[in-house]
């Protein structure tokens, strides 16, 4: 697969271009299924981009839509090829088919503005940390399967630290993550020093919300904001849940996520005012 080539979402922008011949012919999803003899939850799949398509899906649906023009037909049945190659992530699939799916968008965005109110944020999470949230969280995994998982959110990083085209990360962390002592005061103690340093790059943004803000905006849980390069990629948001995940797209949901978290930068420490509190926070688990 070329370099370039994100198969999630390729399925992703494929899954508009057709809700959007099928719109253009005034079809239900359902009408559209009674045509082909699927479920109409198949055709609704297809067009969110959770679920793989092949080209004869796409030449199935093309001609239910009377596309004539022979090169658009050709192009996204290109795209329904691509979409079905797998990305670097695929590999570790069979560990949280639904996460996959993150990690793939996670991949190519742009940028990336996320809250998380109970642990540090999984790109800015160190070795030993994320291997003792890990093993907190899921108190029966496998050995073996812990160390993959912890291996994926090490790969995941490098998006962090490219030195061409590096995320855009701003993440709002509460207060109530950098007091939980996640794997004893030596491994927080190294997790602190580290959001510091990374907190320094150009295009990461730390910020860290008090207690003494109280109530604020972000209290019903952590949600992350994914914007892609490519203008016809619409910004999606996700919630993460325990056994399966939500992702928004409608421009509705987008505006209401994005305006909350303005509130919640607002809120929050400075950049500034983050670094010295956490370093402060390093000097009381030294303390002991």
């Given at each position: 697969?070329?370099?370039?080539?994100?198969?999630?979402?390729?399925?992703?922008?494929?899954?508009?271009?057709?809700?959007?011949?099928?719109?253009?012919?005034?079809?239900?999803?359902?009408?559209?299924?009674?045509?082909l003899l699927v479920s109409q939850s198949k055709i609704s799949r297809l067009e969110n981009g959770r679920r793989s398509i092949s080209p004869r899906d796409v030449r199935d649906?093309?001609?239910?839509?009377?596309v004539k023009d022979r090169k658009l037909?050709?192009?996204?049945?290109?795209?329904?090829?691509?979409?079905?190659?797998?990305?670097?992530?695929?590999?570790?699939?069979?560990?949280?088919?639904?996460?996959?799916v993150y990690i793939g968008l996670e991949t190519e965005a742009a940028s990336l503005r996320i809250y998380e109110p109970q642990v540090v944020p999984g790109l800015l999470q160190t070795e030993d940390?994320?291997?003792?949230?890990?093993?907190?969280?899921?108190?029966?995994?496998?050995e073996e399967d812990a160390d993959r998982r912890v291996q994926v959110r090490?790969?995941?990083?490098?998006?962090v630290h490219e030195t061409?085209?590096?995320?855009?990360?701003?993440?709002v962390v509460d207060e109530a993550a950098l007091r939980r002592v996640v794997g004893g005061p030596e491994v927080m103690s190294a997790q602190l020093r580290h959001l510091v340093e990374v907190s320094r790059l150009p295009h990461v943004t730390l910020q860290v919300m008090p207690f003494s803000?109280?109530?604020?905006?972000?209290?019903?849980?952590?949600?992350?904001?994914?914007?892609?390069?490519?203008?016809a990629d619409s910004s999606v948001i996700y919630l993460e849940g325990v056994t399966s995940d939500?992702?928004?797209?409608?421009?509705?949901?987008?505006?209401?996520?994005?305006?909350?978290?303005?509130?919640?930068?607002?809120?929050?420490?400075?950049?500034?005012?983050?670094?010295?509190?956490?370093?402060?926070?390093?000097?009381?688990?030294?303390?002991?």
């Open positions: 697969m070329a370099a370039n080539v994100n198969p999630t979402v390729r399925r992703r922008r494929l899954g508009q271009e057709l809700r959007r011949l099928r719109e253009e012919r005034q079809m239900t999803a359902e009408e559209v299924a009674e045509r649906l093309c001609g239910v839509y009377d037909v050709e192009s996204l049945m290109q795209m329904a090829k691509e979409s079905r190659q797998q990305g670097w992530w695929h590999a570790f699939a069979e560990l949280s088919p639904t996460y996959s940390y994320a291997r003792a949230v890990i093993r907190g969280a899921l108190p029966e995994i496998a090490m790969r995941r990083q490098q998006r061409r085209n590096p995320l855009r990360l701003w993440a803000c109280g109530a604020h905006p972000g209290l019903n849980g952590q949600y992350a904001i994914l914007e892609f390069p490519d203008s939500l992702y928004l797209e409608k421009a509705n949901d987008v505006q209401h996520y994005s305006v909350m978290y303005e509130h919640l930068r607002a809120e929050a420490h400075s950049p500034e005012q983050t670094r010295e509190f956490i370093a402060a926070m390093v000097k009381e688990y030294a303390a002991g």
